[in-house]
């Protein structure tokens, strides 16, 4: 517990401080600072991954329509992936943020999903616990 507590800490350090300055000279970062701002749901995605089918499925289940970003139907995909890394540590998809918060990827969407902190976040009230 103590270890995932230390390592939820240090994540979010690097969060903040990515956020902090990392961008100056950087347009995809600032692209990615400004559009997780911007939207309550935002997914970095590539539309061919089935986990990031898997964390929008999430979002459609639950009636919330994210801000989508296709890393691959852009010219411009690998840089934002690229800055997308910078911010959260991770160069993976899909890379999910609700309210400004990094959430994760797949399997930490669709964990948040099932123990009702994205119905928290989201400000949903969970209707029936046998269905999560």
Known sequence: MAARILVTVAVAFLFWASFAGASEKNPEVD??????????????????????????????????????????????????????????????????????????GSDDTVEAYENGKLHKLLGIAVKDRDDL
């Open 31 to 104: 692209f990615v600072k400004k559009t997780i701002s911007s939207h309550q749901i935002v997914i970095f995605s590539k539309s061919y991954c089935p986990y990031c089918k898997r964390a929008k499925s999430v979002f459609k289940e639950l009636n919330q329509v994210p801000h989508v970003i296709e890393l691959n139907e852009r010219d411009d995909g690998s840089a934002i992936q690229d800055a997308v890394s910078e911010i959260v540590g991770r160069r993976t998809v899909p890379q999910v943020f609700i309210d400004g918060k990094h959430i994760g």
